[in-house]
């Protein structure tokens, strides 16, 4: 077990349907962050929490909605999706937003836009 | 700018060889390079890490070569296992950025 826990593990939905992504960690971290994985491609910086507050948008459509209601919960809220949104979506802590706190990931979330 | 570039996207290597992956980019502001491991099913796991003040890390059998002037940096994976078949992802940050640049990955396959 990572300390970060996602859920679910797959999730197949229809474009017109509002799903959400749930993420827990148990690491006493304060920075959070949401990362979409695709195939051959590198992993895309989505959002970043630094203490609840929101400090990153990479310019995600809105069509991606995050919530963070405290420093161990995170949750993307997905509706009207469309298929290339398909991918695996991770979730990470750090101590810090450095990159030098060193990111722990969950498992990730396998999405399948049908 | 902000890219780390990857290479080679897929790897095979025979047990007991040498797996060498390497990175480069183009922002000399970046001051941390991690490696992270990923295998299916999981999410990507801190590997081994370095700051460009030093050459050369190594970890029991990984090793992570550091060429500042190139910009450029490699890992390196001796006596390569099975076990060691995973996705790998070099990354880089800045402390000014505050974040984790990943690059494509390398799919590494180690043969008995």
């Known amino acids: 077990e990572t300390g970060v826990t996602q859920t679910p593990r797959h999730l197949v939905m229809g474009m017109t349907n509002k799903k959400s992504l749930k993420c827990e960690q148990h690491?006493?971290?304060?920075?959070m962050y949401w990362y979409k994985q695709s195939a051959k491609k590198p992993l895309e910086l989505m959002f970043v929490y630094n203490f609840k507050e929101q400090t990153e948008n990479n310019s995600v459509p809105s069509r991606f909605s995050p919530e963070c209601p405290n420093s161990s919960h995170l949750f993307l809220h997905l509706h009207t999706l469309q298929p290339e949104d398909s991918a695996l979506y991770l979730c990470?802590?750090?101590?810090?937003?450095?990159?030098?706190?060193?990111?722990?990931f969950g498992s990730g979330t396998r999405l399948t836009v049908v | 700018q902000q890219q780390v570039k990857q290479s080679p996207q897929s790897l095979i290597v025979q047990k007991g060889g040498i797996s060498i992956i390497n990175c480069a980019y183009e922002n000399t502001a970046f001051d941390y390079f991690p490696w992270y491991q990923q295998f299916p099913g999981k999410g990507p796991a801190l590997l081994i890490a370095i700051r460009p003040d030093v050459s050369e890390k190594k970890e029991g059998r990984f090793t992570i070569s550091f060429n500042k002037s190139a910009k450029q940096f490699s890992l390196h994976i001796m006596d390569s296992q099975p076990g060691d078949s995973a996705t790998y992802f070099c990354a880089a940050d800045s402390g000014g950025y505050n974040k984790l640049i990943f690059g494509a990955g390398t799919r590494l396959a180690v043969h008995p």
């Open positions: 990470a802590s750090s101590q810090g937003t450095g990159g030098t706190d060193g990111y722990t």
């Open positions: 690491l006493g971290h304060n920075a």
